[in-house]
């Protein structure tokens, strides 16, 4: 990919590089350093570094609901957002092991939205339909039941649909 950046001072305190894609597929990106010492180049790389961070946080915040806790005091605060992003790390590990072990991960994709590698709502969907068929609650009947209350293929699609649901 070929980028143009522009570096220039607007103000006396900050630096500013401007991204421009020459061939008009990317939005123009402007980003601000306030030490005026630093190349462009590495304020694009700290913008690279600084992308992963950002999207975890969102993910966090849209999935598991951080920053959104309604305790009553900042201590409850305070020990209740690091296990939510210890909750975030352990969903995505137990996901990459499946991964790795064999398991496929469903990525599920909207007709507008076409994604290549699984999301942390896949991941958490794949975590989800992991512990619900593990636990005895969701198991269904016995080899010869007297009744059927679910039948199996609506089961799975009812589990399937509520991993992304919840």
Not at 38 to 52: D, G, H, K, S, T
Not at 99 to 110: A, D, K, L, P, Y
Request: aromatic fraction near 12%.
């Amino acid at each position: 990919m070929v980028l143009d950046l522009y570096a220039y001072q607007p103000y006396s305190f900050n630096k500013a590089v401007l991204i421009r894609d020459p061939l008009g597929e990317y939005e123009t990106v402007c980003l601000l350093c306030t030490d005026q010492t630093v190349a462009p180049n590495q304020i694009v790389e700290w913008f690279v570094m600084r992308w992963q961070v950002e999207v975890t946080f969102e993910e966090a915040r849209r999935h598991l609901g951080v920053e959104t806790q309604r305790q009553w005091s900042d201590k409850a605060i305070a020990r209740t957002t690091p296990l939510l992003l210890g909750l975030f790390s352990w969903i995505t590990l137990v996901a990459h092991a499946s991964h790795s072990s064999g398991h496929s991960v469903t990525v599920r994709q909207s007709a507008w939205y076409t994604k290549t590698l699984p999301t942390f709502s896949d991941a958490l969907a794949l975590v989800r339909h992991q512990l619900w068929s593990s636990l005895p609650t969701f198991q269904t009947s016995g080899a010869n039941p007297d009744t059927i209350k679910v039948s199996r293929p609506f089961f799975v699609s009812l589990v399937e649909t509520l991993c992304y649901a919840a």
